[in-house]
């Protein structure tokens, strides 16, 4: 048994008294830092920026007052063509999270649509005005275009392909039954369209939708993520593992072209000579003169998803908190807003 004498509890007292008076300005200390005021400078600065950190774009879509640029969140970013501030909403409904917005489109009168991932679909009446509806389908869609006629077409689980002729109040479905997803729809003339689905599935209409027939495949185990047609014959197909698939006889037969990449090409586009593919990892192709080369430095390490061509060839690009557009004829890119 330890017997605690005298001088040990000296000791013991004296240390008391020591570290009394040091906890207690600790604890002072503590309050006073707790009470001066926050500098929520970076904060504000942030919340100014129009491109974000945070932000995620899915689509972009040229309308005729400017770019939009639509993401996560139910973000809307506007950047508009006569050069005025950019200007950030986010899209909702009451009792409602703001949707994933996963595509975006724009018919030939104009209008432009954006789909939810939750199946809203949003149209826009006004600068910043969107009203939104419903896509009736117990499958998940992933995908939105409007075809040259100005018809809306929705690629869909279960092999389901949904289309609207009068801007999204009434749909009509075609499943064919099989389980597969269409990831890409495009329509390179009113007559004329694509359905590119899992396991490389190519389905195709020659007479506007009313019926389908099974086109050729790429590859059994090509997964497409972007399609782009320059016409009834030419088109291009991007996948999930970076390769990039061309088809010169309206999708009969497709060669595979060399892409340098195993990044997912998330966007194609093109015009008459070129052709642009976007990807993970900041990726930036151009297809010249028969081949895929890497492209300007795009700005970013983040995936870009979305393109988008402007009638004078300007290309907008967009993807994880950037958003670039590049200049063709000069070769450059060029960064939009904040973000990163």
């Not at 990831?183 to 599935?201: D, I, R, W």
């Amino acid at each position: 048994m330890i017997r605690r004498g005298g001088e040990f509890r000296r000791v013991v007292d004296l240390a008391r008294r020591i570290m009394r008076p040091a906890a207690l300005l600790g604890f002072a200390a503590l309050v006073a830092a707790c009470q001066a005021p926050l500098d929520l400078s970076g904060v504000e600065a942030t919340r100014k920026q129009p491109i974000r950190r945070t932000d995620v774009f899915q689509a972009v879509v040229d309308a005729p007052d400017g770019t939009l640029l639509a993401g996560n969140d139910g973000l809307m970013v506007l950047k508009p063509a006569d050069g005025s501030a950019m200007q950030r909403q986010i899209l909702t409904q009451p009792d409602h999270f703001p949707p994933v917005l996963i595509a975006m489109t724009r018919c030939p009168d104009g209008r432009v649509f954006a789909l939810g991932s939750d199946k809203s679909l949003w149209t826009r009446t006004g600068k910043d005005h969107w009203t939104a509806g419903k896509v009736p389908t117990d499958e998940a869609v992933l995908t939105l275009t409007c075809s040259p006629a100005g018809t809306l077409w929705i690629g869909a689980g279960f092999a389901t392909l949904l289309h609207s002729t009068d801007g999204g109040r009434n749909w009509e479905s075609t499943s064919f039954d099989d389980d597969l997803q269409f990831t890409e729809v495009h329509f390179p003339s009113a007559q004329t369209g694509f359905a590119l689905g899992e396991f490389g599935t190519v389905m195709r209409t020659r007479d506007g939708g009313k019926s389908w027939q099974r086109a050729g495949s790429p590859s059994e185990e090509f997964y497409p993520l972007s399609a782009w047609f320059r016409d009834d014959l030419h088109g291009w197909a991007g996948s999930l593992d970076g390769a990039i698939y061309a088809t010169a006889d309206g999708g009969d037969s497709w060669v595979h072209e060399a892409s340098g990449t195993r990044a997912p090409i998330y966007g194609l586009t093109g015009d008459a000579q070129n052709v642009y593919a976007v990807g993970n990892f900041g990726v930036f192709l151009v297809r010249r003169d028969g081949h895929w080369q890497p492209g300007p430095h795009s700005g970013t390490r983040g995936f870009l998803r979305a393109f988008s061509r402007a009638a004078d060839g300007t290309l907008t690009f967009a993807g994880q908190s950037f958003a670039g557009r590049y200049q063709p004829q000069t070769g450059t890119v060029s960064a939009i807003g904040g973000g990163r």
